[in-house]
């Protein structure tokens, strides 16, 4: 993860100096926008670095349970810059859309492009194996930020094409493209933060596989209160078990270890706890998604 942001960062560096010159020369509104977008790219990398680093350190007393929100919060940044970018492009653009100009440069400026493609693609590929690894939620709003750069570059290579072929108009036109579809992935990006910030369960899908993991177990009369939420990396999962009443301390203590053990190897990393409850004793609930009594 703190390698994925030290290659974030770099690379949003070294495109803000290709895009910089680029824009010198061709006078693009197009490369003005992606240039906008690059520059916002390392910052919202440099606080991810940050988050990153934090996040990762372990849980202390002040904070029992980790610092995993800190990777919602910058992913909520990255989301907050990213809009205000966006607006400020579509004011740019409507400005030049009513006082269009010609590009200057056009070789160049799409030698550069695709130089940014090709960074940007390997940044993505590298994104997507620490993603897959981790789970992380600030590379996830980093990665999902950089690949829609791989759209806004190819649409300025298309925009540069067409502007210096005598078709100007298109310049500013694509430029408010890009604004559009920056504002869409700024707002997936928040409400993916703001999910984990208020502690939103894990996807449906996941609730049920728990479900049917405590209940495969072959003393499981039951189970309840299913709670979980994620925190940057580490998942919490919370459960009531329903065993049988005359069971000893030891005994039920040795079921809900194995129930937990299964659920950790579902759940690499996940932090568990189990409650045990006599299955006599468990109100009954007629809603079958809160209690799922073993059939």
């Not at 006599?280 to 809160?290: G, L, N, Q, T, W």
């Amino acid at each position: 993860m703190r390698w994925a942001t030290y290659a974030s960062t770099a690379t949003a560096v070294a495109l803000i100096l290709a895009k910089l010159v680029a824009w010198a020369l061709t006078d693009s509104i197009s490369m003005l926008a992606t240039l906008i977008d690059s520059c916002l790219d390392a910052l919202a990398s440099l606080i991810n670095l940050f988050a990153v680093r934090h996040a990762l350190s372990p849980a202390d007393r002040q904070h029992r349970f980790g610092h995993g929100k800190a990777e919602s919060l910058a992913g909520l940044g990255q989301a907050t810059f990213i809009a205000g970018s966006a607006m400020f492009l579509m004011l740019e653009a409507g400005f030049r859309l009513l006082h269009p100009q010609p590009v200057a440069s056009a070789g160049i400026g799409i030698a550069i492009m695709v130089f940014s493609i090709c960074a940007t693609l390997g940044l993505v590929a590298f994104q997507g194996h620490v993603i897959r690894k981790s789970g992380s939620t600030a590379i996830k709003a980093d990665h999902l930020h950089y690949k829609t750069d791989l759209l806004v570059n190819g649409a300025v290579i298309i925009a540069i094409a067409l502007s210096s072929i005598g078709h100007p108009g298109f310049d500013p036109i694509f430029a408010l493209a890009i604004s559009a579809y920056i504002l869409h992935s700024a707002w997936d990006i928040a409400r993916e933060a703001l999910d984990h910030l208020m502690d939103k369960e894990l996807p449906e899908a996941d609730r049920e596989r728990i479900k049917n993991i405590v209940l495969q177990h072959p003393q499981a009369k039951g189970m309840h209160d299913l709670r979980t939420r994620k925190s940057g990396t580490q998942v919490f999962i919370q459960l009531h078990l329903e065993l049988e009443d005359n069971l000893s301390l030891l005994e039920a203590h040795a079921i809900s270890d194995q129930v937990e053990a299964r659920i950790k190897k579902a759940f690499p990393g996940a932090e568990v706890l189990i409650h045990e409850d006599p299955a006599s004793i468990v109100e009954p609930i007629p809603d079958f998604a809160e209690r799922h009594p073993k059939s």
